[in-house]
């Protein structure tokens, strides 16, 4: 069973609009980390941000700005006034402890690209 | 260099060889995972290391693959018979106890 979900599969903006992406996800721990990362062209994989499960304050950081609800166990991102160089795909990731260790669930990806 | 670093970054291969890929930890990082990534996918769990244990392989990890960890340092993955459908981005990550992942640049294969 897919355990993040990443309802948008391409989303197409232009410069300076704001843009949320959507990450749904599922668990049956009470104790899990949420993660954002963005994959440019280049397929490195950037983090952006980790979220424990005790922690549901909104968190803002520069134009990017995270809303996770656990009662709705979504934990979407937004980013302000968009720009062309936040194009990318945009995973979000559930790390729940486990035998892997801390490994990582991914969704399949939002593709975001802004247009000037 | 603070960073995960992978070696190569691209392979080209023909069907039927073998392929070994390199993963340098950040290097107090005791965990090191493996991930395959697809086109058009998020990276899946491969396997995974403590210290030079490996504690978890996923069913996606055919007879074909191995990993290694000697000595709880770099970590290896090769690939045997490689077939078209190894091509793929294959990322390496470490981390310390707590939940976290620092992601190499990757290693993308292409089985021609």
């Known amino acids: 069973a897919q355990k993040v979900t990443q309802a948008q599969t391409e989303i197409s903006v232009v410069e300076k609009e704001d843009v949320t992406l959507d990450c749904v996800y599922e668990t049956r721990d009470t104790t899990y980390y949420l993660f954002w990362y963005k994959q440019p062209p280049s397929g490195e994989l950037v983090f952006l941000i980790r979220r424990n499960s005790f922690d549901e304050q909104n968190e803002i950081s520069g134009r990017y700005s995270w809303n996770f609800q656990k009662s709705t166990s979504s934990f979407n991102f937004t980013i302000t006034a968009s720009q062309v160089v936040d194009s990318a795909v945009y995973f979000c990731a559930l790390s729940e402890y486990s035998n892997s260790g801390y490994a990582l669930n991914f969704g399949k990806g939002t593709s975001l690209l802004v247009t000037p | 260099d603070t960073g995960v670093s992978q070696d190569p970054r691209h392979k080209i291969t023909k069907r039927g060889q073998n392929v070994t890929f390199r993963c340098d930890p950040i290097?107090?990082?005791?965990?090191l995972y493996w991930y395959r990534q697809t086109l058009g996918q998020g990276p899946e769990f491969l396997t995974y290391f403590q210290n030079e244990a490996q504690l978890e392989k996923s069913r996606l990890l055919s007879d074909r693959f191995s990993a290694e960890r000697p000595k709880g340092s770099f970590s290896t993955l090769e690939i045997q018979r490689t077939e078209q459908g190894d091509s793929a981005m294959y990322l390496c990550a470490s981390s310390l106890e707590i939940p976290e992942a620092f992601f190499g640049q990757g290693t993308r294969l292409t089985v021609v």
């Open positions: 290097s107090e990082h005791n965990r």
